[in-house]
């Protein structure tokens, strides 16, 4: 996901808060932004890649069909994220490991990340 849109699309087809995570990272790594010029009009001519950069990486495992099958949050591709939390979760919150946790492992391996049940999905009990 690269836009609040997608954000929210994604929210109300997986019935989940991913949008209210989205903004709130947008809006941190917004104010964290410095512009390389004084020129008004010329001061956001970087933001979009420092977005990139700085934000988390929101992501959807769909199938072939395009239905939603996991949503997760994954650390920013700078790799700058102190105590960041990643976050694995199914359609209403719920496990997404019992269904796919093969899937999970690819999306793991893809980005050199190790995706844990216990480390990834927080409302484990």
Same mark, same amino acid.
């Given at each position: #996901?690269?836009?609040?849109?997608?954000? *929210?699309?994604?929210?109300?087809? #997986?019935? +989940?808060?991913? *949008?209210? +995570?989205?903004?709130?990272?947008?809006?941190?790594?917004?104010?964290?932004?410095? &512009?390389?010029?004084?020129?008004?009009?010329?001061?956001? @001519?970087?933001?979009?890649?420092?977005?990139?950069?700085? #934000? !988390?990486?929101?992501?959807?495992?769909?199938?072939?069909?395009?239905?939603?099958?996991?949503?997760? #949050?994954? !650390? !920013? *591709?700078?790799? *700058?994220? &102190?105590?960041?939390?990643? @976050? @694995?979760?199914?359609?209403?919150?719920?496990? &997404?490991?019992?269904? +796919?946790?093969?899937?999970?492992?690819?999306?793991?391996?893809?980005?050199?990340?190790?995706?844990?049940?216990?480390?990834?999905? &927080?409302?484990?009990?």
């Amino acid at each position: #996901m690269e836009t609040v849109v997608e954000a *929210e699309q994604e929210s109300d087809l #997986m019935e +989940h808060a991913v *949008e209210k +995570h989205f903004r709130r990272a947008q809006d941190a790594a917004t104010a964290n932004y410095k &512009p390389t010029s004084t020129v008004f009009i010329e001061q956001n @001519i970087g933001l979009a890649a420092h977005l990139r950069r700085a #934000m !988390p990486l929101f992501l959807t495992l769909r199938d072939n069909g395009g239905t939603g099958l996991v949503t997760a #949050m994954l !650390p !920013p *591709e700078s790799g *700058e994220a &102190p105590g960041f939390r990643i @976050i @694995i979760v199914g359609a209403k919150n719920s496990d &997404p490991y019992t269904g +796919h946790a093969d899937a999970i492992q690819v999306l793991g391996r893809h980005f050199s990340l190790t995706l844990d049940r216990a480390d990834c999905f &927080p409302y484990a009990r």
